[in-house]
């Protein structure tokens, strides 16, 4: 599968109560497999959605997690 993760993948209970399989500053391989309506890439990591600024459907990028909710998340592209 692309995706993969840099991050440890220890921190699955640490990120501040929230539900996320993922934390803030974590790098992914993902491609992005629908748009937001507001134009965001969207992706999924372990069923987790995120919403990727910047990125449209097909892509195929390195993102950075810049901020996680109950039920979703949000990243940017690294270049």
């Known amino acids: 599968m692309f995706r993969n993760s840099y991050g440890s993948g220890d ?3 640490n990120n501040k109560g929230n539900s996320a399989p993922i934390n803030e500053g974590e790098e992914y391989d993902v491609k992005i497999e629908d748009t937001g309506r507001d134009g965001d890439g969207i992706t999924r990591i372990e069923g987790f959605v995120v919403f990727v600024s910047g990125a449209k459907v097909g892509d195929e ?4 997690i810049t901020s996680t909710r109950r039920n979703f998340g949000f990243a940017e592209v690294v270049d």
């Open 11 to 13: 921190n699955y209970n």
């Open 61 to 64: 990028v390195k993102i950075r």
